[in-house]
């Protein structure tokens, strides 16, 4: 008796197993309004299989049908309850190859859309299991692939979707990567620093640890400098300061100006001593942008001193030179007249008429040269703004030693 109530059990499960599988092909082919049913008798009959494993072959076939149906089903926003149901159903029988396909196949949905509603019902009916971690670990892996190649990513969404899949877990993973990444990030982005924003923004609210934002803000701020030690990257550091303060807490940030301005004027008086007009002007400028200890720096020995700079490379036709001395004396002193002459006379022989006549035009009085550069850069700006450029000879209009 116990051996045909064993067969006929075995019939049983073996016939639901087949009315399961019957009723899943059938919602291939029918419409999705009327797929619903067919969905509900097949988790119906595959529920009264049971887990037996006798019929071992039989129910591989089926868990291929079912982990194809599931991956589908998630990409489906109508029957994504059904492929949890379903991905539950296999993780019942102990399908682990399966599930772990699922995961993968879900990992690129959670990057390119939001959801959140989707993440929840996975974390609430999955966490703690295998299928809850190897998702969690496939997301993490793609996301971190993605950061040291660079790619870009809709942080937004995928913060939305990881808090919602595994709060805790996946947060603090992530901040930990992005920073680790983000000088990678800072070294191939623009002066803007648009991708580290976005970077360091993603990873604010991630982080919840007050000692590592404080951490990675001071890192942040030695990277700055680092910047600033090397020619061209001046403008990335401060850009990078300005990130950094906005990441500080509020009781930091006068700290950080303090030895913002002291690390400034360091830079400031070795640029002076080797008259790096250049370096001088960017760092008077940073400092004026933060408005930490700029105008304590001028004096009028400075001013006279750059002025005769540059009266020297304009009388030795060095008047790209001319002109970036010029400019700094301007920043110096905006109302040097001399400075406007020198800026006016070099803009004219760089060809740039218009800002020519513009600065020399702010001159109370002319002498002849820069009479003669006013006139002609009137006549040349003109005719520029006609497009019909004449060639004209000015090289007896200035004396050599003027």
């Known amino acids: 008796m116990h051996l045909l109530s064993c067969q006929e059990e075995d019939l049983q499960s073996l016939a ?10 059938e919602s291939f082919q029918i419409s999705s309004d009327e797929r619903e049913s067919c969905y509900k008798l097949a988790h ?4 009264q299989a049971g887990r037996t494993d006798r019929f071992f072959q039989e ?7 079912l982990k194809n149906e599931s991956k589908s089903l998630f990409v489906n926003d109508e029957y994504t309850d059904w492929a949890i149901t379903f991905t539950q159903l296999l993780h019942e029988w102990g399908a682990t190859p399966a599930l772990d396909e699922i995961a993968e196949a879900l990992v690129p949905r959670l990057l390119q859309k939001e959801n959140m509603a989707l993440c929840r019902s996975i974390q609430e009916k999955f966490q703690g299991t295998r299928f809850h971690h190897v998702l969690s670990e496939q997301l993490v892996n793609t996301i971190s692939s993605a950061l040291k190649r660079g790619e870009s990513l809709d942080f937004q969404l995928v913060h939305a979707n990881i808090t919602s899949l595994a709060p ?10 992005i920073s680790d990444e983000i000088y990678t990030a800072i070294n191939h982005d623009g002066d803007s620093l648009s991708h580290t924003r976005t970077y360091l923004n993603f990873w604010k ?3 919840s640890n007050e000692e590592r934002q404080v951490e990675l803000v001071k890192k942040l701020m030695t990277h700055s400098e680092y910047l600033w030690q090397k020619d061209g990257q001046e403008k990335k550091g401060t850009r990078l300061m300005e990130i950094a303060l906005g990441l500080a807490e509020k009781r930091e940030k006068d700290r950080m100006l303090k030895k913002m301005e002291g690390f400034f004027v360091g830079l400031y008086r070795q640029a002076e001593k080797t008259n790096m007009v250049r370096r001088l002007s960017l760092i008077y400028d940073t400092l004026d942008h933060f408005a930490i200890g700029a105008k304590e720096l ?3 020995t400075l001013v006279a001193n750059h002025l005769a700079d540059a009266q020297y490379l304009l009388k030795t036709h060095n008047y790209a030179s001319a002109r970036t001395h010029a400019e700094w004396i301007l920043k110096l002193d905006t109302k040097n007249q001399e400075a406007l002459r020198l800026l006016g006379i070099s803009a004219y022989h760089l060809g740039e008429y218009t800002h020519a006549l513009a600065t020399l035009k702010g001159l109370t009085n002319l002498d002849d040269y820069a009479r003669k550069a006013l006139i002609l850069s009137k006549v040349f700006s003109s005719q520029e703004q006609d497009r019909h450029l004449a060639k004209i000879d000015d090289s007896d209009c200035f004396d050599e030693n003027e």
């Open 16 to 25: 639901s197993l087949f009315l399961g599988l019957t009723y899943l092909k």
């Open 44 to 47: 119906f009959y595959f529920g």
């Open 59 to 65: 129910k591989n076939r089926l868990i291929t049908h």
């Open 168 to 177: 805790t877990l996946l947060s603090s993973r992530l901040a930990a990567l």
């Open 205 to 207: 609210a991630l982080e």
């Open 298 to 300: 001028v004096s009028p």
